[in-house]
């Protein structure tokens, strides 16, 4: 069976797209390597490869800012947090560092989905203020909270402003731009074919984006679902699906791409009861060996999904010798790691 992505790539090679001209975006880097594979591996002639994007660098390119790292957007927001408030009412920067990363992320969503800076703060100001309200009396604690929620829109814009003198910017404030720009962007890219591959869920910023793009003829996007929930009115896996095939303006002309019906096809499943947490990462070991030894290309489409995130390790060591490359997907942690006892022990 030919995996989504090799389905796309025949697709497109059966359309006669020239791969050269052709920008890939996709939801992660990962996917992208699996693109890149999969065209090498698919076509039979050398070519100058396509650009392929994750849908972050991509709208970082639009952008045209880098996204700042957690450290520095921490840093800059205290000191705009200094700026705007008086010595007096203000947190110093360890008491700061416990609710700076909420605000981070809070003005990371409130740019991701584009939502209007003025009135989202000044209804969360004012709701404030009336939780507030029934007070007997308005200690300095309480005033000063709800000084803190009306200088939240300062906050934000000095915050960006200082990110953007740097050419740098928080990834919801260079999507808030890139929307911006996405105008000028796509006249300037005329000559040149878009695919988008694999999207389900989108927040507005990148709905505004891709709508822009598809009103170019020539660009493509393929969605990574199947026909039997696609065709379920009800069901979550489909549900961000059906709404943009409600309300985008594309979809009343094109069709949806990339539906596939696999998940109605017969499958064998085998039921395996182990004891305990370390065996099961020892038979997987010895499964892996199996199908090494006897067909060792199905190690490329075998996948062996955790229920437990702590087996990661014991899972590592069953792994034979003689498999040398896999690919992990999923985090590890830090506590559990080797070095974070060692050091728990000598603390």
Do not use: C
């Amino acid at each position: 069976m030919q995996s989504f992505i090799e389905e796309v790539v025949l697709e497109l090679i059966q359309s006669g797209t020239n791969f050269t001209q052709t920008v890939f975006v996709l939801p992660s880097k990962r996917a992208g390597t699996f693109l890149k594979n999969s065209i090498s591996n698919t076509l039979n002639k050398t070519i100058f490869g396509p650009e392929i994007y994750s849908i972050e660098t991509f709208v970082e390119k639009i952008s045209g800012l880098t996204y700042a790292t957690n450290t520095e957007q921490l840093f800059a927001l205290y000191n705009s947090y200094s700026t705007i408030t008086k010595e007096k009412d203000r947190d110093n920067f360890l008491r700061f560092s416990k609710w700076g990363q909420t605000i981070l992320q809070d003005f990371n969503e409130i740019d991701r989905y584009l939502i209007s800076t003025k009135d989202i703060f000044s209804h969360l100001s004012a709701v404030q203020e009336l939780n507030t309200y029934l007070e007997d009396e308005k200690t300095p604690l309480i005033e000063n909270y709800i000084k803190f929620w009306n200088t939240l829109e300062a906050l934000y814009t000095h915050f960006n402003a200082s990110l953007f003198e740097k050419g740098i910017a928080t990834q919801g404030y260079a999507y808030r731009t890139a929307t911006a720009n996405i105008e000028d962007f796509t006249k300037k890219q005329s000559n040149k074919k878009f695919v988008f591959i694999g999207f389900n869920a989108l927040n507005k910023a990148e709905e505004k984006i891709i709508q822009k793009l598809l009103e170019i003829p020539t660009t493509d996007i393929f969605w990574d679902i199947d026909a039997h929930f696609l065709n379920d009115p009800i069901h979550d896996a489909s549900y961000f699906i059906r709404q943009h095939l409600k309300t985008w303006n594309y979809f009343k002309t094109n069709k949806l791409k990339g539906i596939s019906a696999n998940y109605i096809t017969p499958k064998n499943f085998k039921l395996i009861g182990v004891p305990k947490n370390i065996s099961q990462a020892k038979y997987i070991g010895n499964l892996l060996e199996e199908i090494n030894v006897t067909n060792s290309k199905k190690l490329e489409n075998t996948a062996i999904v955790l229920g437990d995130e702590n087996l990661l390790n014991p899972l590592m060591n069953a792994i034979p010798d003689n498999i040398a490359r896999v690919n992990i997907t999923m985090g590890y942690p830090i506590n559990k790691t080797p070095i974070a006892v060692l050091f728990n022990l000598y603390f």
